[in-house]
């Protein structure tokens, strides 16, 4: 009999800390609908780190029915607009959260988001 699986550990975003050897930080997150799981376990590493800017998927699309929200939507938006954190497109441009139709998105920590952000 052939296994053709591989066992993956799972680890919480705070377990990460102690792997970071700096305070400032940009993240770039993929995590196949599980960032709101790494948010979940994430209040360490962003009180300890200096994140500046968070990169994901922060939208779904259905083709047929037009935007819907994913479940997680009100947590996500709450636990980064509660850092101080506004939603800019990859464009960087800031976004108003209950419009935003884009598959990714750029949260940059609100006294950053001058040095990034384009106008119109």
């Known amino acids: 009999l052939i296994e053709d699986t591989i066992p993956v550990t799972t ?3 705070d377990e990460l800390r102690a792997h970071i050897g700096t305070k400032n930080v940009v993240v770039k997150m993929d995590i196949e609908s599980g960032e709101h799981l790494f948010m979940k376990t994430g209040e360490k590493l962003f009180r300890e780190l200096n994140i500046m800017a968070l990169q994901m998927e922060f939208w779904r699309k259905k083709l047929s029915n037009g935007p819907q929200l994913s479940k997680h939507y009100e947590f996500v938006t709450h636990f980064m607009t ?3 954190f506004s939603l800019l497109s990859m464009s960087f441009q800031v976004q108003n959260i ?3 139709n884009e598959w990714d998105g750029l ?3 609100n006294d950053f988001v ?3 952000a384009r106008n119109g």
């Open 107 to 109: 949260w940059v920590r």
């Open 11 to 13: 680890v919480k975003a």
């Open 114 to 116: 001058a040095q990034v």
């Open 98 to 100: 209950a419009t935003f």
């Open 82 to 84: 509660s850092r101080n």
